[in-house]
């Protein structure tokens, strides 16, 4: 069945450092990818999405690239700031209105 | 905007006592989904529905059942809550993205059974 694999955490990193999650899928079809943010208390909230092989999602300075040959959608962002402490999920969505995140990963960014 | 709201944000009840949680979306959407959160876990699929008075069992259904009256709400009820359903619970709606769907999350409900 579809998944996604995403790396482990937690992560730490300094202001202004350079920020990679890799993420991981296996599905059959054409999946469409998501990354999902979830800051400390709050709910998920979608970051940025890619529909198809190669295209790239990008939003407030992070962005992912949807590879099919890898079947990989890596997150990264150039500076990380200490306002984006918080969890990151990968996500797919196949046909049939289902949905598979991965278990998530924590960052957290220092002074 | 999409805006899914999920009645409290925190929650503590009394083991054996009977729970329900409120969400509601205001964009028409079809399908909504109720997930609990776990640490190490990630998100678990507890319930969704499609329609009206339509659900489906997800991932992890025992000890919990869902009512959807109306299409912009969507209900989760513990029958008799128990300390291993303290959690954070999730609801969320979808809309069809061509041939995939994308999710819209309310702000959560952190459920203390104790």
């Known amino acids: 069945g579809d998944s996604v694999t995403q790396m482990e955490g937690p992560v730490t990193l300094s202001e202004e450092a350079f920020l990679t999650i890799n993420c991981t899928y296996t599905?059959?079809?054409?999946?469409?990818l998501f990354w999902y943010v979830q800051y400390p208390g709050e709910g998920l909230q979608l970051l940025l999405k890619?529909?198809?092989?190669?295209d790239k999602g990008s939003n407030k300075g992070f962005e992912a690239t949807y590879r099919k040959e890898t079947t990989s959608f890596h997150l990264e962002k150039g500076s990380v700031q200490v306002s984006d402490s918080a969890v990151y999920f990968c996500?797919?969505?196949?046909?049939?209105?289902?949905?598979?995140f991965g278990t998530g990963t924590s960052l957290t960014v220092i002074p | 905007d999409v805006k899914v709201t999920q009645s409290s944000r925190y929650l503590v009840k009394r083991t054996g006592e009977k729970v329900f949680l409120e969400c509601v979306q205001d964009?028409?959407?079809?399908?909504m989904f109720w997930y609990r959160q776990d640490p190490g876990l990630g998100l678990r699929l507890i319930y969704f529905?499609?329609?009206?008075?339509?659900?489906e069992k997800g991932d992890i259904p025992e000890g919990y059942s869902v009512s959807r009256e109306k299409k912009e709400r969507f209900s989760l009820i513990l029958e008799s809550a128990s300390t291993n359903q303290t959690s954070m619970y999730l609801c969320?709606?979808?809309?069809?993205?061509?041939?995939?769907?994308?999710?819209?999350f309310g702000p959560g409900t952190r459920l203390t059974v104790t």
């Open positions: 890619a529909t198809k092989a190669d």
């Open positions: 964009m028409d959407h079809e399908n």
């Open positions: 529905s499609y329609d009206v008075k339509m659900k």
């Open positions: 996500a797919l969505s196949n046909t049939g209105n289902q949905f598979y």
């Open positions: 969320a709606s979808s809309v069809p993205m061509g041939v995939a769907y994308e999710q819209y």
């Open positions: 599905a059959t079809g054409y999946p469409s």
